[in-house]
């Protein structure tokens, strides 16, 4: 396994990510800064637990301790307006 760590939107997003030997992404953590961000569609579905803050998911609202799951296809709209954490579990 091998920790991959990505910056977006000038660092306002920024995760630590695990890949499995395979090269797949298995599950992540990051921070979001206040903001508006479009990450295009889900590849594989991803599921969304925040850990700090509150994020707007796609439409719908959730904060510390919520679940969020977003299926294959469909986009990946964040917005929040306080620093906010989250995990993130790929399939």
């Known amino acids: 396994m091998t920790i991959k760590h990505s910056v977006y939107f000038d660092g306002a997003v920024q995760s630590l990510g695990f890949v499995d030997d395979n090269g797949k ?6 921070t979001v800064l206040p903001g508006e961000y479009d990450f295009g569609k889900a590849g ?7 850990t700090s803050g509150e994020l707007t998911i796609s439409g719908g609202t959730y904060k510390k301790g919520d679940t969020c799951v977003i299926e294959t296809g469909n986009p990946i ?5 306080v620093e906010s954490s989250y995990t993130c579990h790929y399939g």
Do not use: V, Y
């Not at 992404?25 to 990051?30: C, E, I, L």
């Open 44 to 50: 594989p579905k991803e599921t969304f637990m925040i």
């Open 25 to 30: 992404m298995s599950m992540s953590a990051g």
């Open 77 to 81: 709209l964040i917005s929040t307006a």
